[in-house]
């Protein structure tokens, strides 16, 4: 896994709430047996139309709507546990999404990914889309080791919460295996212990 | 000793340690992996150049992408015949139990493990899949997991997880005729939402749950994911233990003495507390429908849809309006299967609504049985002959039209009423238009052709 320390980048705005992995990478896209890739079909059935034409109106088909920063609406990235959604929008060339509440198993997916889920109060993302649909060119700064997300050149900015341990993996670019690896006697001895069911 | 909840006693009994202000290291008693969350797991291993750390503790089927006809002929399409051999070629390189195509075990990963008798009470299980939930009936702590934690259970046999929140769903008092636990959870869900339970391990209790057949608190447990929980799970009691009972890899002699004294022990002590609590009335609960695009949004089926501005998007897209009864709605699909709604008490309830009568001529109905035990018990009753003269079509066993991975497919814009769990925008197909009910309320839209209640029928 990369590490990630700070990001300042564009954003992309998506005010859509509940946001399934369904739709950010459709099922019928989950047969490959690699990682790559994912980013061609994310957001599939929203980005292209039966013939694989972009449709205009969806934001990612907007020109000049890039960025490593994407802001959506709540409860981000609930249903299928399909990791393959945090590897899409990784591939894709996001590196934080950010929204006011995230589904537990994408959170976890993010996370093993290096995609960093920023969790933020829901009127200060409300004020970010419209700041954003004033000025699309806006960039954020999301600085991980102080745990700080914030708009350049303006005042917005809040702090967010991330667990501690999960926070040392990002910035290490360690991966949760290497350290259960690593614990392999204590597991050994948890089994002989007799506690296994 | 202070009082403790179910998952509570169960969670501290799999803690092999803890990690300073974050997760706990969380030892995993069994482990399923099917075809489609598994294969960079193994290539991880790979890269790494380890083993399986305990093999006889995953066991895999194939299901995601199976076809469910001719399951004896090489599967037709390119990418799913190499992912499941993928993962044939990785059970043999790596020593893994593989119920795979054909295998008279092979089916839905969360329909095989409790009729084999894997799933047991106090286990903690996980698989690469969110509706790992189901298990959580025999009083596991069973959540779903992504492919990087698959890796981690591979190698491990553990996975690192913070300790979820609490919460306790109770339902009291009978359930009225023609209403099943597939009409509690719709229920449930759309009072909850589709994110209320976000961060939380449930506990379903009450007089309602705890008159409930197995199969029907699968169904239940099932669905705790489309709340956002991490699990929901159910005390083991007298059902549960004679359900288990002779079950294939079960503890038998014995060792079922053993087991029993120690599953007698898992229940939430009077005293022990929960983060979050909600209390039903089951004579509220009638059949349930969904309008929307997420499996919170649903009604009673006599309802009308409510308005509101979070609806709008949903109903674009499923073409209804505010307002609109969906009863009487001319449906051309029924999708009977998945692994909430496809075991054999399942398919009894539909063959004897449906039994003698004949389905509409528009309707393309569909059974998947959710394993090849389920689909030879039923052949065994001759609830095949029931449904095949009926007209509904019984197939093999997968998860189909759930996710629409194989050709099972709903046609863009159709609308097909589906006993599985997710009515996503294009769960069942792109644009296709999903309404989740209760498998009675489906085989009886298919016998009138449009959206029935079954109350009437019964
Ligand atoms: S039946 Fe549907 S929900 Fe169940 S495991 Fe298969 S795809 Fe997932």
New interface residues.
Partial sequence: MKSFNTITSTCVSMP???V?T??II???F??????EGFGDNLFR?WRFD?EGNPKPDFILNQTGVKGEVLIAG??FG???????A?WALYDYGFRVVVSS?F???FR??AL??GLLPVQLPEDFIQDLFSALEQDPSLKATVDLTNQQFAILGSEKSSGFEI????KTCLLQGL???D???N??D??IA??QAG??? | MSAKTLFEKVWDKHVVSQIQDGPSVIYIDRHFIHEVTSPQAFEGLRSRGIGVFRPDQTIATADHNVPTIDQHLPIKDKLSRLQVQKLTNNCQEFGLELYGLGHQYQGIVHVIGPELGITRPGMTIVCGDSHTSTHGAFGAIAFGIGTSEVEQVLATQCVLQPKPLSMKIEVDGPLASGVLSKDIILYVASKISTSGATGHFIEYTGSTIRGLSMEARMTICNMSIEMGARGGMIAPDDTTFEYLKGRKFGPHGVAWDYYLKQWKELYTDPDATFDASYKFDAADIVPMITYGTNPGMGMKITGRIPSGPDNQKALEYMGLTAGEQLLGKQINHVFIGSCTNSRIEDLRLVASLVKGKQKSPHVHAMVIPGSKQVEQQAKQEGLDQILEAAGFQLRQPGCSACLGMNEDKIPPGEYCVSTSNRNFEGRQGPGARTILASPLTAAATALAGCISDVREII
């Fill in positions: 859509a709430e509940n399934d369904d739709q459709p099922a019928r989950l047969k490959a047996t690699d990682r059935d039966a709540k409860n609930c249903g299928s546990s399909r990791e393959h945090a509440f589904a537990d198993i976890n997916n093993n990914n667990n501690a341990h999960k991966d949760d295996i350290y259960l690896i614990q392999r204590q597991i948890y089994e506690r296994k069911v």
